[in-house]
């Protein structure tokens, strides 16, 4: 469906006029009506807010919001939400246009990663206005969007503010000690060896944070396409270093980093893919990565056994 549509139907299911961050309380004895983008997202409600509201989100384990298109269904969701949570930054870019509509028409919105200050973003290559969306990759980032939404939640319903508060200084103590932990275990790969080489550019603050060199095959959106002289040019990269392993994610086709292998194989190199990280979205439900932190958590073990163990 086109985005003038969407934006057809958004308008016409006669939103209240509750401008972004600035309407008023709900305060009426039921839940607040939560509806967040991504998996990533979603996660941080629930780990602030538990069962005080009601949760809905909108992608599903494995999938990629660069490419996510919102449907009619998405969008009568999103129209009933009393509150919509998203990361921003352009990282649902096919939702971009139907989100902002929602904050004009009435919805209360909160896009967490751009509560971050400007001066901590990352750039987007070639893009002086853009901003590196992938900002969870840097726990003590993460740290501080929680913290923005947990003010709007008390914000927007002040009635569960202790609940809020309380739980959200837990997650808080959680996600310090997860940054020191990734620290350490990343330090322990030999500096040399100490390069992440994965399908898209969505590790760049986790290279900025955790003092590991990072190289994406695509750029910072998976809508990008890799040519044939990119791939030449990370293959000879590898290859020169003779970096023991390279990375597939979950949310992205393996083709481009299989093709990549090739490349290095062709030029006389080794080296394997050393295992699949969680990027763009958490794990499946039941799974060890089905949390933010233990997604975290498992990135950084197949990390480290690929470029430590692994590498003999």
Known sequence: ??????????????????????????????????????????????????????????????????????????????????????????????????????????????AVAECLPPERLLPVPGFDDLHDPHVWFDVALWREAAGCLRDELIRVDPANAETYRRRGDALDEELAALHAWVAERIAAIPAERRVLVTAHDAFSYFGRAYGIEVRGLLGVSTAAEAGAADVQQLAAFIAERRLPAVFVESSVSPRFVEALTEAVAARGGEVVIGGSLYSDALGSPGSAAETYVGTVRANVETIVEALVEGGG
């Open 1 to 110: 469906m086109k985005t003038d549509n969407l934006k057809a139907l958004a308008l016409a299911m006669g939103l209240a006029a509750v401008a972004c961050g600035g309407g008023p309380p709900v305060d009426d004895g039921a839940k607040l009506e939560v509806v967040a983008t991504t998996t990533i997202v979603g996660d941080l409600v629930r780990a602030i807010a538990g069962d005080a509201v009601e949760l809905e989100i909108l992608m599903g384990a494995g999938v990629d919001p660069h490419l996510y298109k919102p449907s009619a269904g998405d969008v009568r969701v999103m129209a009933a939400a009393e509150l919509i949570v998203y990361n921003g930054l352009h990282l649902e870019g096919k939702m971009t246009d139907v989100l902002a509509e929602m904050g004009d028409r009435g919805v209360a919105t909160v």
